[in-house]
């Protein structure tokens, strides 16, 4: 199977595990199984908004939906994702931790083949000036998983978050934003080389926003260098507000090597908290959930043809 993916991707994004439960529900440590229900129809309730939207004609075939095992598969997402011929991504990763591990650890080929998904996820932090040997065991396991993955023809989604070392805040000031755009598009350049001369080979990059389109292209280069054409781009949102995460897809839509996104609380997050707290009916729940879904897939393609027409 080649390198990399060869298609358009607007993903719903759902799989967080412990900060859901934590900052929605207010639950610490092992939910119980009545709380794990109510999670898992939280879940679905996300997921019949991306069902939604697909009534309203966005292609089922880069249409997706990012789930996770421990409150999808209660509700049968993962398999009504399938049954519905929308694309299956779910996580490798154990939730909220800094250091990449495995979920289901040494189990992790069998809940893969178990769900069988389209696409297996991780979410890393990397900062290539950070710890050493954290960054060293990363790798190590990340190119178990790239090697297991490509070993089985399956695709591999590499969610790369950078964030600062102290020394690098105090080069901008201690200023988050400044650290954004002048100090870590480079950084994900370098993190994105690091991995792939271990050996690390992503079919997709998650990407955080990126402010330049010249910063894009940078990455976007740097990710398909030295023959690895097929391999795609895609913007993640951040939890970022709506302004900002149509600039993220503006400035990334016309690049070639980007094809989409992967975005996640900030489609949902409010609607969720509406029906939660009694405020917003299920339905109109899930049509906020599906408009704001579809308005990100129409803001992403306007600024994909307009480039091309340009």
Same mark, same amino acid.
């Given at each position: ?16 595990? *412990? ?7 207010? $639950? ?36 997706? #939906?990012?789930? @996770? ?77 790239? +090697?297991?993955?490509?070993?089985? +023809? ?19 000031? *201690?200023?988050?934003?400044?650290? +954004? ?12 080389? +690091? ?14 926003? $990126?402010?330049?389109?010249?910063? #894009?292209?940078? $990455? ?12 795609? #781009? ?32 900030? $489609?949902?997050? @409010?609607?969720?908290? *509406? ?8 339905? @109109? ?26």
């Amino acid at each position: 199977m080649a390198l990399g993916y060869d298609g358009k991707l607007y993903i719903l994004a759902f799989d967080h595990r *412990g900060s859901f439960q934590k900052k929605m529900f207010g $639950i610490e440590g092992d939910p119980t199984p009545e709380q794990t229900d109510t999670i898992a129809d939280a879940k679905h309730l996300i997921f019949e908004g991306l069902l939604k939207a697909t009534e309203q004609g966005v292609d089922p075939q880069a249409t997706g #939906c990012l789930v @996770d095992e421990q409150f999808g598969a209660p509700k049968r997402v993962p398999q009504e994702a399938k049954e519905r011929g929308l694309l299956l991504a779910m996580p490798v990763e154990k939730s909220g931790q800094n250091e990449f591990d495995f979920e289901y650890g040494e189990d992790f080929g069998a809940h893969i083949e178990q769900f069988d998904p389209n696409f297996s996820k991780v979410l890393v932090r990397y900062n290539p000036e950070g710890d050493e040997e954290m960054n060293r065991q990363q790798v190590e396991k990340l190119k178990r998983l790239a +090697d297991w993955l490509h070993e089985h +023809d399956r695709k591999f989604l590499f969610e790369l978050l950078v964030p600062a070392e102290p020394h690098q805040l105090e080069k901008v000031g *201690g200023d988050e934003e400044r650290y +954004d755009q002048e100090l870590r598009p480079d950084l994900m350049r370098q993190a994105i080389l +690091d991995f792939q001369d271990a050996g690390v080979e992503a079919d997709i990059w998650k990407i955080e926003g $990126i402010d330049s389109q010249e910063d #894009c292209e940078r $990455i976007s280069e740097t990710a398909r260098r030295d023959g690895r054409d097929g391999v795609i #781009c895609v913007v993640l949102g951040r939890g970022a507000n709506d302004a900002k995460v149509e600039h993220w897809l503006r400035t990334g839509a016309p690049v070639e090597g980007y094809a989409g996104f992967a975005i996640g609380r900030t $489609i949902w997050w @409010d609607a969720l908290k *509406g029906f939660l707290d009694g405020d917003l009916e299920r339905g @109109d729940a899930v049509g906020q959930i599906s408009e704001k879904y579809l308005r990100f897939v129409q803001v992403y393609q306007e600024a994909a043809r307009e480039h091309a027409t340009a």
